[in-house]
C-alpha cells in the first residue's frame, strides 16, 4: 500500500485533497477510513475509465 502511495498520480492528488475538503465541510471530520474509501473508489474508477470498461 504503501509503494502504491508513493506512485499517486498529481489528479489523484488533487482528489483527495477535494475529498478531504469535502469531509471537513459535510461531515465535520478528517475521518482517514471515510478518506480511503472515497480514494479507493477513484481509483477504481480511474481504472475502469482509463480501459473503457462498461459496468
Not at 498529481?10 to 465535520?28: D, G, S, T
Request: hydrophobic share 40%; proline share 2%.
Amino acid at each position: 500500500m504503501t509503494s502504491e502511495y508513493s506512485e499517486i498520480s498529481p489528479v489523484v492528488k488533487r482528489h483527495m485533497e477535494k475529498c478531504k475538503a469535502f469531509c471537513l465541510k459535510h461531515y465535520m471530520t478528517n475521518s482517514f477510513t471515510l478518506l480511503m474509501a472515497f480514494h479507493m473508489l477513484s481509483l477504481l474508477s480511474e481504472r475502469c475509465a482509463s480501459r473503457s470498461h462498461t459496468i
